[in-house]
C-alpha cells in the first residue's frame, strides 16, 4: 500500500523558515510529479508547488521566490523549504504523488495524497 507521509509543520513566526519533508513507501514505481498542496479549512486545496521527475517545477505566484521544492526521485522523498513565512501561509500541507497507469489508448493518472502536516504562522 502506497504512503505518503510529511513531517515537519508546526507553529513560526511571521518571517520565520520551516521545512517540510514527504517520504513515500510500499510502491515499486517512481511519481511522476510530486509536490505540495495546501488547504485552509473551508477553502479549496491550492497547489503550493510541485516537481516533476525530469525537473520541471510549478509554484503558486504566493510563494514563489520564498518557498523552493527539492525531490529525490531515487527515494520518492520531495521537500518544501519555506522562508519567509507569512500569517497568510496558515494551513495544512499535503504531500502529493501522481503516476500515469494503464495502456496508451487508455492512460490515467492516479494521484497520492499524504494526510497533511500543520503549518501555523503567527503575526
Known amino acids: 500500500q502506497v504512503q505518503l507521509v510529511e513531517s515537519g509543520g508546526g507553529l513560526v513566526q511571521a518571517g520565520g523558515s520551516l521545512r517540510l519533508s514527504c517520504a513515500a513507501s510500499g510502491m515499486r514505481f517512481r511519481f511522476e510529479t510530486m509536490g505540495w498542496y495546501r488547504q485552509v479549512q473551508g477553502k479549496m486545496r491550492e497547489l503550493v508547488a510541485t516537481?516533476?521527475?525530469?525537473?520541471?517545477?510549478k509554484y503558486a505566484d504566493s510563494v514563489k521566490g520564498r518557498f523552493t521544492i527539492s525531490r529525490d526521485n531515487a527515494r520518492n522523498k520531495v521537500d518544501l523549504q519555506m522562508n519567509s513565512l507569512k500569517p497568510d501561509d496558515t494551513a495544512d500541507y499535503y504531500c502529493?504523488?501522481?503516476?500515469?497507469?494503464?495502456?496508451?489508448?487508455?492512460?490515467?493518472?492516479?494521484?497520492?495524497w499524504g494526510e497533511g502536516t500543520r503549518v501555523t504562522v503567527s503575526a
Open positions: 502529493y504523488g501522481d503516476r500515469w497507469v494503464g495502456p496508451v489508448e487508455r492512460v490515467t493518472k492516479v494521484d497520492y
Open positions: 516537481r516533476t521527475i525530469g525537473g520541471d517545477t
